[in-house]
């Protein structure tokens, strides 16, 4: 078996390529978000990993509509309590195939491909959390941007 360099596939800084345009006219949320996987970052690794601070409601609320993809993916919200590492710090709302999901805890959501979801929306935010997509089989930025408000592009 060839000898690999496994820092060729360790990303220690991200890139800054999701939501540059909305650089000043956002609040609340982190822009642009960091990208920690991509076929850019990781020739090959087919995969593109978004990561973003959710800090308060984010405006404009949403900033991401209905869309579908054509490739699985995963999108996590994730708590910042190391007390209580399940509590969201907010509630929020996404629909999938048109039925609304609620929630307040960290979570999980695989979104098989062509499954219609969004908008999510948030509730409320108490404390800040992250927002997280894997996108799997798309490691490519363009593609793994449908739905976006048209001021996040």
Not at 11 to 32: D, L, M, S
Request: a neutral charge.
């Amino acid at each position: 078996m060839p000898k690999i360099d496994y820092n060729k596939l360790l990303v220690r800084k991200p890139v800054y390529e999701v939501g540059v345009q909305a650089v000043g006219k956002h609040k609340g949320h982190q822009v642009p978000s960091m990208t920690y996987m991509s076929n850019a970052l990781v020739p090959g690794s087919n995969t593109y990993v978004e990561v973003s601070w959710i800090y308060d409601v984010p405006t404009p609320n949403p900033y991401v509509f209905e869309h579908a993809h054509n490739y699985n993916e995963i999108v996590m919200h994730i708590g910042s309590d190391p007390n209580d590492p399940e509590a969201l710090g907010g509630e929020m709302s996404i629909e999938v195939e048109g039925q609304p999901l609620s929630f307040d805890r960290t979570t999980a959501l695989f979104l098989p491909k062509g499954t219609k979801h969004g908008p999510l929306t948030w509730k409320k935010v108490t404390r800040p959390h992250i927002e997280m997509t894997i996108m799997l089989g798309c490691g490519d930025f363009a593609k793994a941007m449908p739905g976006r408000n048209p001021d996040s592009k």
